[in-house]
């Protein structure tokens, strides 16, 4: 089959990030043609003065509609779309001069109909920007779900940096309306259509969070309270692994109190594993501030994520007999 890529970005209130993404689409060295569809997902700050800008140098298409969410968005990009297999990037990515090329090498010797690539920091981000990756990013606090070579499953691919063909588009009808969520329940959908995944290393994005830590907290939050409900949805997916977070933050608040009584192995252990990661932090960036960072990038994850994951299942197992969409009507868009 040829390959005809279109690249799939929604944008919302976010024209400075479209801009600095464009840019790097204009310094890509490819061979490949390919298209690029922005759908502006009902923003008040419009890019679409922007993204005229860039016409004369990229095959470029800009659609606008109410709000409905990224994942509708996405849907309607790639029902707009001209090619056969699609790219879906988040707005605050910047794109390596080669990742087209990376894509294309790798679909062409092992094809598959949806791939996933991991994001990892640029060396002109900030120091809060360079932790929130790495701690995102780490085997040793994700297990290698976003990238990692050596993830401990099979590859989830995330919205952020994500390849799917047209037929497996129209067969699973996309994205559903969770957020987040989304991309995790396409693709689990997907393997259950028969579809393969897999991770394409070398198709890395630099992926430049505008975040802060109280941002950071409400989205690692977020993902936590999600998770327990693609469980309910898909049971055969549950792992123990997912309450690793709440299991943590539980333990370190158990050996702070043994502390005080004097029991003081416990609290050592918890020691170790911020030794570890500060030492695995410092010889993947080399910037001492950002590894201290980092410690504190861990603990807010860990914290959102399992407290985010705990009350979820509380929740839902509270309200049996009710909907997640019923009972978490924030994490669901209403299509317009």
């Not at 690029?36 to 922007?50: A, H, M, P, Q, T």
């Not at 087209?100 to 920007?129: I, M, R, W």
């Not at 509270?318 to 669901?332: A, V």
């Given at each position: ?193 028969g579809y393969k995944t897999k991770l394409i290393p070398e198709a890395y994005v ?118 997640p969409e019923t009972i978490f009507p924030e994490l669901f868009f209403k299509l317009?």
């Amino acid at each position: 089959m040829q390959l005809q890529f279109s690249f799939i970005i929604p944008v919302f209130n976010r024209p400075d990030e479209i801009h600095e993404l464009l840019q790097s689409f204009t310094e890509l060295k490819t061979i490949e043609n390919y298209e690029i569809v922005i759908v502006e997902d009902g923003s008040n700050i419009s890019s679409k003065d922007l993204v005229e800008g860039f016409k004369e140098k990229l095959n470029i298409s800009y659609f606008f509609k109410e709000n409905s969410g990224p994942g509708d968005s996405r849907n309607y990009g790639m029902k707009h779309a001209k090619g056969n297999y699609f790219i879906i990037l988040d707005s605050d990515c910047i794109l390596p001069s080669n990742y087209l090329d990376e894509v294309s090498k790798s679909l062409k010797s092992d094809y598959v109909d949806c791939f996933g690539g991991p994001d990892t920091a640029h060396e002109s981000f900030t120091n809060l920007q360079k932790a929130i990756n790495f701690s995102m990013t780490s085997f040793i606090t994700t297990g290698g779900i976003r990238g990692n070579k050596n993830s401990v499953d099979r590859f989830q691919p995330r919205s952020f940096n994500m390849g799917i063909s047209k037929n497996a588009f129209e067969d699973s009808k996309g994205f559903g309306r969770i957020h987040p969520g989304e991309d995790p329940d396409l693709t689990i959908r997907l393997w259950n259509l028969g579809y393969k995944t897999k991770l394409i290393p070398e198709a890395y994005v630099f992926h430049k969070r505008r975040i802060s830590w109280q941002n950071f907290y409400k989205q690692v939050y977020k993902f936590g309270k999600v998770r327990p409900i693609l469980n309910l949805w898909h049971p055969s997916t549950k792992k123990i692994t997912y309450w690793f977070p709440s299991l943590f933050c539980l333990g370190f608040l158990a050996a702070l109190a043994l502390f005080l009584i004097n029991i003081k192995w416990v609290l050592f252990i918890f020691i170790l594993y911020f030794i570890i990661a500060f030492i695995l932090a410092l010889m993947s960036t080399k910037n001492l501030m950002v590894s201290l960072l980092t410690l504190l990038a861990i603990l807010v994850q860990f914290l959102g994520y399992g407290y985010g994951f705990l009350k979820s299942n509380v929740m839902i197992l509270l309200n049996r007999n009710k909907s997640p969409e019923t009972i978490f009507p924030e994490l669901f868009f209403k299509l317009k």
